[in-house]
């Protein structure tokens, strides 16, 4: 599978008018295609800081920079593309099985993440070399 096909980017309605901003993200098929069991966020990393470096069986992300900004390197095991997450009204999808790193997070930054599952430990991939291996066993 191409790795276009394993993410894709999701613009939500601002709702704000002059007493501010308003951003909604609903789940399961509204705004993205899953209910979301499980949110925890970011903050306080820099631009040194690598975050991720694993991959998940099951599980689907989606990744939110709500303040400033950050970067998310996806690999597929073939190919491998880097997003910018720099606009609170943006969110990057990802399915299953898609390796991710987040680094090159700016000052203030604060990176939202919404997920499919509840966190359980023995789906994830934190060996690349044994992702790969899952991956080649897939195909």
């Given at each position: 599978?191409?790795?276009?096909?394993?993410?894709?980017?999701?613009?939500?309605?601002?709702?704000?008018?002059?007493?501010?901003?308003?951003?909604?993200?609903?789940?399961?098929?509204?705004?993205?295609p899953f209910?979301?069991?499980?949110?925890?966020?970011?903050?306080?990393?820099?631009?040194?800081?690598?975050?991720?470096?694993?991959?998940?069986?099951?599980?689907?992300?989606?990744?939110?920079?709500?303040?400033?900004?950050?970067?998310?390197?996806?690999?597929?095991?073939?190919?491998?593309?880097?997003?910018?997450?720099?606009?609170?009204?943006?969110?990057?999808?990802?399915?299953?099985?898609?390796?991710?790193?987040?680094?090159?997070?700016?000052?203030?930054?604060?990176?939202?993440?919404?997920?499919?599952r509840h966190?359980?430990?023995?789906?994830?991939?934190?060996?690349?070399?044994?992702?790969?291996?899952?991956?080649?066993?897939?195909?």
């Amino acid at each position: 599978m191409k790795l276009k096909e394993q993410y894709k980017l999701i613009y939500f309605k601002d709702l704000g008018d002059e007493r501010g901003n308003l951003v909604v993200i609903e789940g399961a098929g509204w705004d993205i295609p899953f209910d979301i069991k499980r949110v925890f966020y970011i903050y306080g990393s820099d631009s040194t800081v690598i975050r991720g470096q694993h991959a998940n069986r099951e599980t689907e992300f989606l990744l939110v920079n709500v303040s400033e900004s950050s970067k998310v390197r996806v690999d597929n095991g073939l190919e491998t593309a880097v997003i910018e997450l720099n606009q609170p009204g943006m969110g990057l999808y990802l399915s299953p099985m898609i390796w991710k790193d987040m680094y090159d997070f700016s000052t203030n930054s604060i990176l939202l993440v919404l997920c499919s599952r509840h966190y359980d430990e023995k789906e994830y991939i934190r060996d690349y070399q044994e992702y790969l291996r899952e991956i080649k066993g897939k195909v």
